[in-house]
């Protein structure tokens, strides 16, 4: 896992140099030229980010931590897992969203939450769930959830920023002559385009970790590319207007909700029988199959929280059962 951290770390450093920058363009413009304010504040702001970063995904995805007692199943998974994994149970919480996924986030392995969505519990079987909830236990336990939720930050708040100033209310602004509005939201649309590459780049690299994660923790290969494959057809199946509640999350998911439709085309081809999921027979068909992505594929790719998913699951099915 040290190769994963080590680019978790880099990515962390160009997350500050970008911060850095903004503070001093900003800094300059008002006339102030002081490379020691520029630190601190820059500083100041990863500080924040790592304090209050839990706090914001939890009001953005409207998560509810709940009690053994209200989901007895659930929990008792996230212990099972937790145990073998040889981490401390993390906090349980189920997020008020439709859209089927799951996520983990928080700012270490004794600060580690694990939430599902409600959509999810109506669409995956237990092995499906227990699957998933296993990749989403390896990211606690590769430590990777604290730099998803910094890096996550600043992106999730300058898409909310941009889509204000540029879509909501855009006919009262002009009235009141507010031409800055528009330009404050394009120049926060900008920078949220820039870090969230860093974003989508350190995502990609750790699904392929907490996949294996999942399967380590002696979930069969078939239930999470199952899960993945149910996930899919649900992100598909959702309406807009809930994808776009949740377009600054991506990278905590997963999936990547915005990819679904495309996915599903894909994926609907390894289910042979039609029988909505992915067995072992299917899975181990896909050893022997090449998948060649084309640029367009590769470019979708690259912009993208997630791996392709067919690559995925085609690296799913070169795992076994420990």
């Known amino acids: 896992m040290f190769g994963l951290r080590l680019r978790m770390y880099l990515l962390m450093a160009a997350l500050f140099g970008i911060i850095y920058m903004a503070v001093t363009v900003i800094g300059v413009s008002l006339g102030v030229a002081n490379f020691y304010f520029y630190l601190i504040l820059s500083l100041a702001m990863m500080l924040l980010q790592y304090?209050?970063?839990?706090?914001?995904?939890?009001?953005?995805?409207?998560?509810?931590?709940?009690?053994?007692?209200e989901y007895p199943k659930l929990h008792a998974m996230v212990e099972e897992l937790a145990k073998k994994a040889g981490?401390?149970?993390?906090?349980?919480g189920i997020a008020q969203i439709a859209l089927p996924n799951a996520f983990a986030f928080g700012r270490g392995l004794s600060d580690?939450?694990?939430c599902v969505t409600t959509g999810i519990m109506k669409l995956l079987d237990e092995n499906e769930l227990k699957a998933v909830v296993g990749h989403e236990l390896s990211h606690i336990k590769n430590r990777d959830v604290l730099t998803i939720t910094v890096l996550s930050v600043i992106p999730m708040i300058l898409y909310r920023i941009a889509w204000n100033f540029l879509f909501y209310?855009?006919?009262?602004?002009?009235?009141?002559?507010?031409?800055?509005?528009?330009?404050?939201?394009?120049?926060?649309?900008?920078?949220?385009?820039i870090t969230n590459l860093l974003v989508l780049y350190a995502s990609r690299i750790r699904e392929y970790f907490a996949d294996k994660g999942s399967v380590l923790l002696g979930n069969e290969p078939s239930w999470l590319a199952s899960g993945l494959y149910k996930l899919v057809y649900g992100s598909a199946v959702t309406d807009r207007e809930s994808l776009k509640e949740v377009e600054?999350?991506?990278?905590?998911f997963v999936n990547d909700p915005s990819r679904a439709v495309a996915e599903i085309k894909e994926l609907s081809q390894l289910d042979l029988d039609r029988s909505g999921t992915i067995d072992r027979n299917?899975?181990?068909?896909?050893?022997?199959?090449e998948i060649h992505l084309n640029f367009g594929d590769r470019l979708m790719e690259a912009l993208s929280t997630h791996p392709n998913m067919l690559k995925r699951i085609k690296q799913l099915a070169a795992y076994k059962v420990q």
């Open 87 to 92: 981490i401390p149970k993390p906090r349980v």
């Open 282 to 289: 299917e899975l181990a068909a896909l050893q022997t199959k």
């Open 169 to 193: 209310g855009g006919g009262r602004r002009r009235d009141r002559g507010g031409a800055n509005t528009a330009l404050v939201g394009m120049v926060a649309f900008i920078f949220y385009f």
């Open 51 to 69: 304090m209050i970063g839990p706090k914001i995904v939890e009001w953005s995805m409207r998560v509810k931590y709940v009690e053994k007692g």
């Open 112 to 114: 580690g939450r694990v």
């Open 248 to 252: 600054g999350l991506k990278a905590f």
